[in-house]
């Protein structure tokens, strides 16, 4: 049963990506949804801290940017989709820098639990809908750094040595600056949190370009190239 959902997922993956990078990416998204949820268990109940400052009190809220801050889930599928197909040591530096963030995440998320302060929605427009939904659906926990600006400046980085248009590079750095912004907007993150986040998705591609780094990557998805 397993193996015949693998292999459908594989068929509709390989219509967008290469099929060397089909595990590597279920595997990495699978280890980003257990560091995200699997830690608000062990979490839960336990004293979360709150970074909020001067600054961030005197960012407005403006519910309009959810739109911002859901559209970030379309920018990366495209990022993603392009990054892969960009050929195999940039595709595996950049989930290779994914991964390792992740680990970063999950130190953070388990000995370091934040939260902050939400605004109370009371207008009734499309975008006081939307920002209702995303505070029902996801808990002002897990916070510190984010991870809608790691994975946007990843993003950013991993795109350049592809075969991205320069016009969608360019985009994507502004896009990802708008990303930054909402996460502020919406009240969703702190500057903290922003600043964390991007530096960490900085920090981590960097370190990805050692092989030393990448070696355990190319071990578990791609033996041949780890044997060379």
Known sequence: ?????????CRLLTRVIPEYTVLPLLCTLGFQVCVYSGTKLFTDGAHHYNFESAADLAIPFLPW?????VGAFVFWYVCYALILRGGKENAFRFLCAHVLSLFVFLLCFLFLPTTNTRPEVTGHSLWDFGMRTIYASDTPTNLFPSLHCQFSWLCCRGLKKTKAPKWFQVFAYVFTLLIFVSTLTTKQHVIVDVLSGWLLGEVAFDLCKSKKITRLFYRLFDRETAAA
């Open 1 to 9: 049963m397993l193996k015949k959902l693998y292999r459908a997922v």
């Open 65 to 69: 940017t959810v739109a911002i801050y």
